[in-house]
């Protein structure tokens, strides 16, 4: 009597992941080395066209051009490899899939850039700023030692007393600048008047204009001072003020064309780093579409 036995459930088959990060990784590390693998060529390559005996030198325009183009290239040609690497290395036979992982390495390769360019960049300003504390700090010893010699020296051919005096006739000459402000100009010493004359012009720069009252002493001062007629230190005042209305003209002209020239080469870095970026979206999906694995080949792995 034979027996019948059920046939047995069938077991189902585990998902397979979607993602393998281990192949995203090592795409990202393969495009790395790879586009600095060429930078280093590239560089290498411009070294030699260096000729400063002959002064046969391509000009730094056509350096720069040239290099910007180089390091391009190698950078898209690093993604494009490292798409391809991370899509093979999945073992997925999905081009969607094949696709996501080769735009996971593209992003996992632009931040690991991002973090050791900023880590490079940071050292960079830490060294140069350990640097210039380190010049100061010498420059400032320096300074005090000459300082404490020339103190000692000074020390040793005065007296006290003299510099104080000394010290005592300037605070007397400056305070008899200030106590003449207001007198008549022919009365007063030129330190006066040249006081009184800086204190009207600064007037008129932080104010833009000055009152009749003010023009007209500032007029009378200068005639006095310099011993001219009052319309010829009229005509100077006038001149004065029209240069310095220039001058200030003039830089406030510079400092908005430096402003609208910084403001147009950030927009043209961001535009690059843009497209720079875009392109390497493009390559990467290609290379990693390339690097799909066809689904015979996928069976087969999976029996063995």
């Known amino acids: 009597m034979s027996s019948t036995y059920p046939n ?10 979607r993602i393998s990060w281990g192949a995203v990784f090592a795409g990202a590390i393969v495009a790395l080395a790879l586009g600095l693998m060429l ?9 030699t066209f260096v000729d400063a005996t002959a002064r046969d030198t391509p000009n730094a325009s056509s350096f720069g051009i040239g290099a910007g183009v180089w390091l391009l290239v190698s950078n898209l040609i690093g993604l494009g490899v490292g ?21 996971a390495m593209w992003a996992a390769s632009f931040l690991i850039s991002a973090v050791l360019l900023g ?25 005090g030692s000459v300082a404490s010699a020339a103190g000692e020296q000074v020390a040793n051919r005065t007296s006290t007393g003299a510099a104080q005096s000394a010290a005592q006739g300037v605070i007397d000459r400056v305070q008899s600048a200030l106590a003449g402000t207001g007198n008549a100009p022919a009365s007063m010493t030129s330190d ?25 002493r500032l007029n009378t001062l200068v005639a006095a001072e310099y011993n001219i007629s009052p319309d010829e230190a009229r ?7 029209q240069q310095a209305q220039q001058a200030l003209q003039q830089a406030e002209q510079r400092a908005r064309e430096a402003a609208d020239a910084t403001a147009k080469g950030a927009s043209v870095a961001s535009f690059s780093i843009f497209l720079t970026m875009l392109l390497g979206l493009v390559v990467a999906v290609v290379g990693a579409r390339r690097g799909t694995r066809d689904s015979v080949s996928v069976r087969s792995n999976r029996l063995a």
């Open 8 to 17: 047995p459930a069938p077991v189902a088959a585990a998902p397979l992941p």
């Open 39 to 47: 930078n280093v060529l590239g560089a290498a390559i411009g070294a």
């Open 83 to 103: 798409g391809y690497a991370a899509a093979r290395l999945s073992g997925t036979a999905s081009r969607t899939d094949a696709t996501l992982h080769g735009l």
């Open 119 to 143: 880590n490079v960049v940071a050292g960079v300003a830490s060294t140069a700023a350990n640097g210039v504390t380190g010049a100061l700090g010498g420059i400032a010893r320096g300074a």
């Open 192 to 216: 006066q008047r040249k006081a009184e004359i800086a204190t009207l012009a600064g007037r008129r720069v932080t104010n833009g204009n000055l009152s009749d009252g003010d023009r007209e």
């Open 235 to 241: 005509q100077r005042v006038t001149q004065a003020e």
